[in-house]
């Protein structure tokens, strides 16, 4: 029974979030499914593997596939070229279970998070000054 309660304050949480929130949400389910993925890589659990990675290749897929290049402009662009290198690795890290080729992926996921979370605290300064 707590699970189904932590599932439904997740997604309220989800519901309630801003866009900016979402992409942090989105940054830190990538990250747990990389490290889960290298765990499993460790193991030679190759379904823990696979499962994992797909998941974090599915969430990065997904970033990539909303960048918006009219609004976004360059920074849209480097945007594009991260998730196609984070991409890449995900997939050789599957093909050759070399867990090295997920500490790139993981490193670069970091550093847009703490970005991203940055943007976040600026949102939400802003909208406290404008109460």
Known sequence: MPMQYARQYQQTQVMTSSRVQIVVLLYDAAIQSIELARRGIEANNIPEKG????????????????????????????????YDY?????????????????????????????????????????VGAGR
């Open 51 to 82: 499962r994992f990675l797909g998941r974090a290749i599915s969430i990065v897929g997904e970033l990539n596939s909303v960048l918006d290049f009219e609004q976004g402009g360059e920074i849209a662009r480097s945007l594009r070229r991260i």
């Open 86 to 126: 984070i991409l890449s690795e995900l997939v050789t890290a599957n093909t050759r279970g070399d867990a090295h080729h997920l500490d790139g992926p993981v490193r670069c996921l970091g550093e847009l998070r703490e970005a991203w979370v940055e943007v976040a605290t600026q949102e939400r300064s802003l």
